[in-house]
């Protein structure tokens, strides 16, 4: 069916061409046929399963308050018939995102199958707002929110501006390229020459005491601290400004 609407479109197209009709005349012309395409991919899947089916990814947590949009990857499947209403679910693990599939169910005949579906996401992201050098803080104005299909982009792509605010860009990103986490990395929260808080540990005692970072890190970072005593230790970042260090038991 789908060739013989190709062949229809070309034969159709050729034929005005001939007589000179306006380009605007054929711009409509071809958004008709792809509109009757567009149905026709679709006309094999029965309407009650289609709405079935974009009703229970639409409820999806992972897309909760996302406009979505499925497209059936098979465009003949074959579902047999059922006496009563089919039930449509998704097998466990299953990530309703981009190229998938859903379980269709009939009790009553106790069969399952398993339909190949495509989940866009349509949803905001941010991008960068002009080109971005590497290794300088984001400020504002250094990105902007767009919107488009998220399953086309890295799980780590930012969704708001503000969480990559006063984060610094570890490479450099051109004007309107998505930004994920990966592209930033935290400001340190702990810089070389900065006064920290120690918190020395062993088996069976805890002692608290100051030193001068040597090293700059962020959370969860080593790093190495001096002592008042002038004996360099190294511990982990825990909160800004504080260092645990652990001795060897």
Not at 22 to 34: K, M
Not at 165 to 178: D, E, F, K, L, T
């Amino acid at each position: 069916m789908r060739n013989v609407f190709k062949t229809l479109v070309y034969k159709t197209l050729t034929f005005f061409k001939a007589r000179s009709y306006s380009l605007a005349f054929f711009s409509v012309l071809i958004s008709f046929f792809g509109l009757l395409l567009a149905q026709n991919a679709i006309a094999n899947v029965p309407p009650d399963i289609d709405v079935a089916i974009k009703r229970f990814v639409a409820r999806n947590p992972m897309v909760a308050g996302m406009q979505t949009e499925v497209e059936y990857i098979d465009q003949n499947p074959t579902i047999q018939a059922c006496p009563e209403k089919i039930e449509v679910g998704s097998q466990p693990g299953i990530r309703l995102w981009g190229r998938t599939s859903v379980q269709l169910r009939c009790r009553k005949l106790a069969w399952t199958y398993n339909l190949a579906i495509r989940v866009r996401v349509i949803g905001d992201y941010v991008v960068a707002g002009r080109y971005l050098q590497g290794n300088v803080k984001v400020a504002q104005g250094d990105l902007r929110v767009v919107q488009g299909d998220l399953t086309d982009l890295t799980d780590d792509v930012l969704r708001a501006v503000k969480d990559g605010y006063n984060r610094i860009s570890v490479r450099p990103v051109q004007a309107g390229m998505p930004i994920g986490l990966n592209d930033l990395r935290e400001t340190a929260v702990i810089k070389v020459g900065d006064p920290v808080t120690i918190l020395l540990k062993g088996r069976d005692f805890q002692v608290t005491g100051t030193g001068t970072a040597q090293t700059q890190g962020n959370m969860n970072d080593m790093v190495r601290v001096r002592l008042n005593d002038g004996q360099v230790l190294q511990g982990k970042v825990i909160r800004p400004g504080v260092v645990e260090i652990t001795l060897e038991r």
